[in-house]
C-alpha cells in the first residue's frame, strides 16, 4: 500500500509553509524530511497514530492573477490538488474570510477530493472562535482551528485528516508480484519503454490504476511471471518555469517509489545524467530500494571505444553514494538490450531479499577486523563483538560494538564492502544499524 499523499493549499501568507514545518519536523511522532531534494523542502513523510503518509507543500494560489509567477505557483498547486488524496485548505483567521478564499474553495470543490478546512492563527480559542465560525460559509464543513506557530489544534486537525484514508492505508495488501517503478524526468522514455515491453510480449494481463495519482500499474508476464510496472510519467503541462514542474515530478515519484521493490531510473543519453537525477535517485537509495540506471536511446548517441566507459564513469561519480546500482544502455525505440532489463530486475529482487546466516557473517567480519584494524580515539579501541541479520528488503544487519561513537561511517563501509566481495548483493543497497553492548 502506497502512503496516502496530502496536499497543503491556500492563498499566500496564511501559514501554510510555517504549518508544513511543524508537521515534518520532530514534535509530532516524525519522520525526517524525505531525501532527495535538498534544495526544495517541499515534501515531507509524517506519521500520526498507525497512519504514514506524504505532505506536499504548495505555492499560495492566486484564483485570478495574471502575474506570471503566481500564475505558475497556481498550476503547482493545481498539480498537487491532481496529486493528492485528501487536500488541507489553510484559511487566516486574522485577515478572516475573503473573496479569492471563496475562489480558491470553488476550484477544490471542482477536484472531487475530500478537503479538510484549516482555520490558521488561532493562537487564543476563546478569543478568536467566534471568528473561526465566519469559515463555514464557504460550505467545506466544521472549521479545524489551529495555530501553526504555537502548535495549538495540531492533532485534532490530523484526526480530521487520517479518517479520509480508509482502513487500507494503516495495512499491508498482499501481494508478491515484483513491482518495478519507472522514474526519472519528464520526456525521458519511460513510458516508451513499458510500451516497447508491451508489444514485445504481447501479454498485457490488466491495465489497473494503481493509483489517484496518474501513475498506472501494467502487468506484464514473462517466462511465466508476472511483473507490475508502475509509469510515473504524466507531467506535460507547459509551464513557463520549468523547474518548479520538476519539483512536481518528484512528487510523483515518492509515490510510486513507495510501492516497488525495485526503482528503474531511466536517464536521457543525450542529455547525461543532472542534477534533478540525482534527487530522483536518492528517494529509491533512502528508501531501501533496488536500484537499476537505464540509459536510454543509447542508438543516438554517437560512439567510440570509449563513449559507455566515459557514460558509466560520470554516472558513477555523480551517484557515487549508491555504487551498487546496476546500470544498462537502452533503447526504448529499437529494443536494443530491453531483454536484458528483466534478467537484470531479477537479479536486484533475489539479492534485495537475500538472507545470510549468522555464523557465516561474523566469519566474514573476524576476518575484515584482523585485515584491518578497527579505529581507536584517546586511547580506546573499537571492539566489535557480533554481527546479524534481522531484515530482508532492503537486507538489514545489526552489529554489536563497544561504542557506537567509534564505529566511525568509513569502518562500516568497509565492512559493507568486504559482506558485498562474499555475496554481492549487486543492485540492492545494505542498511547498518549499530547497537552498543557493555564489556563484562
Known amino acids: 500500500m502506497s502512503r496516502p499523499v496530502v496536499a497543503i493549499v491556500g492563498r499566500p501568507n496564511v501559514g501554510k509553509s510555517t504549518l508544513f514545518n511543524v508537521l515534518a519536523g520532530d514534535k509530532i511522532s516524525i519522520v525526517q524530511d524525505t531525501p532527495g531534494v535538498t534544495r526544495d523542502r517541499i515534501y515531507a513523510d509524517v506519521t500520526w497514530l498507525n497512519y504514514n503518509f506524504t505532505i506536499v507543500d504548495t505555492g499560495g494560489i492566486e484564483p485570478e492573477s495574471n502575474d506570471i509567477i503566481l500564475k505558475s505557483m497556481r498550476e503547482q498547486a493545481e498539480i498537487a490538488i491532481t496529486t493528492a ?38 493562537d487564543n480559542f476563546d478569543k478568536f472562535m467566534p471568528d473561526v465560525y465566519e469559515f463555514y460559509n464557504l460550505g467545506l464543513g466544521d472549521p479545524q482551528p489551529v495555530s501553526a506557530a504555537s502548535m495549538l489544534g495540531i492533532g485534532d486537525m490530523l484526526d480530521q485528516v487520517v479518517r479520509y484514508f480508509g482502513e487500507n492505508a494503516t ?15 519528464p520526456n525521458v522514455g519511460k513510458s516508451s519503454i513499458i510500451n516497447k515491453l508491451l508489444g514485445e510480449d504481447r501479454v498485457i494481463v490488466s491495465d489497473i490504476a494503481g493509483t489517484t495519482r496518474d501513475a498506472v500499474d501494467t502487468t506484464i508476464k514473462r517466462n511465466g511471471r ?37 526503482a528503474v531510473l531511466v536517464i536521457d543519453a543525450a542529455e547525461g545524467i543532472t542534477e534533478q537525477d540525482t534527487k530522483i535517485a536518492g528517494i529509491a537509495h533512502e528508501r531501501g530500494k533496488g536500484m537499476i540506471i537505464a540509459v536510454n536511446k ?11 566507459n566515459k557514460f558509466t564513469q560520470d554516472i558513477r561519480q555523480k551517484l557515487s553514494y549508491m555504487p551498487y546500482a546496476q546500470m544498462l544502455f537502452i533503447s526504448a525505440q529499437t529494443g536494443q538490450r530491453l531483454p536484458k532489463l528483466f534478467e537484470t530486475i531479477d537479479a536486484v529482487i533475489e539479492n534485495h531479499s537475500l538472507r545470510i546466516a549468522t555464523g557465516v ?20 579501541r573499537l571492539r566489535l563483538y557480533y554481527i546479524t541479520q534481522v531484515a530482508v528488503k532492503p537486507p538489514t544487519f545489526v552489529i554489536f560494538v563497544n561504542d557506537k561513537e567509534l564505529m566511525h561511517f568509513s569502518y562500516t563501509r568497509y565492512i559493507e564492502n568486504k559482506i558485498r566481495e562474499a555475496f554481492g548483493f549487486a543492485g540492492t543497497p545494505l542498511k547498518f544499524i549499530i547497537r552498543e553492548r557493555k564489556e563484562k
Open 85 to 122: 488524496d485528501v487536500i488541507m485548505f489553510i484559511a487566516d483567521v486574522r485577515q478572516g474570510l475573503v473573496d479569492a478564499d471563496g475562489k480558491v474553495a470553488d476550484m477544490l470543490r471542482r477536484s472531487g477530493k475530500p478537503i479538510v478546512l484549516v482555520v490558521n492563527k488561532v
Open 171 to 185: 495495512t499491508e495488501v498482499e501481494d508478491d508480484r515484483p513491482r518495478i517503478a519507472i522514474i526519472g524526468k
Open 226 to 262: 508476472e511483473y507490475v510496472f508502475i509509469d510515473t510519467a504524466g507531467l506535460r503541462r507547459k509551464n513557463k518555469i520549468k523547474e518548479e514542474i520538476e519539483r512536481y515530478s518528484i512528487i510523483r515519484t515518492v509515490s510510486a517509489v513507495e510501492r516497488c521493490n525495485v
Open 298 to 308: 543509447w542508438d543516438l548517441i554517437v560512439k567510440d571505444d570509449k563513449t559507455m
Open 361 to 380: 557473517l561474523n566469519e566474514i567480519m573476524a576476518e575484515a577486523v584482523a585485515l584491518n584494524q578497527p579505529p581507536s580515539d584517546k586511547g580506546k
